[in-house]
């Protein structure tokens, strides 16, 4: 749970708006955070947590490790 919580504390450093995330087949998705907004740091350090960037039409932050129970 503490991980979760460090990415999307992460996230909201760059976005903080309503429903920024999606989960569909096992995938959690942040939606409303480019790659290019988020630094290098903080990009390594998502990556450590369980996030990629993901280049497909979804085009957003993707981690299958929070996607399901």
Known sequence: ???LIE???IFAKYKNTYA???CEHDVLYIMKVTKEEVS???QARLDQLGFFWGEGPE???QSF???SA
């Open 1 to 3: 749970m503490n991980d």
């Open 7 to 9: 990415a999307l504390s």
């Open 20 to 22: 920024p995330t999606h």
């Open 40 to 42: 290098a740091e903080d």
């Open 59 to 61: 085009g957003c932050w």
């Open 65 to 67: 490790r929070y996607g």
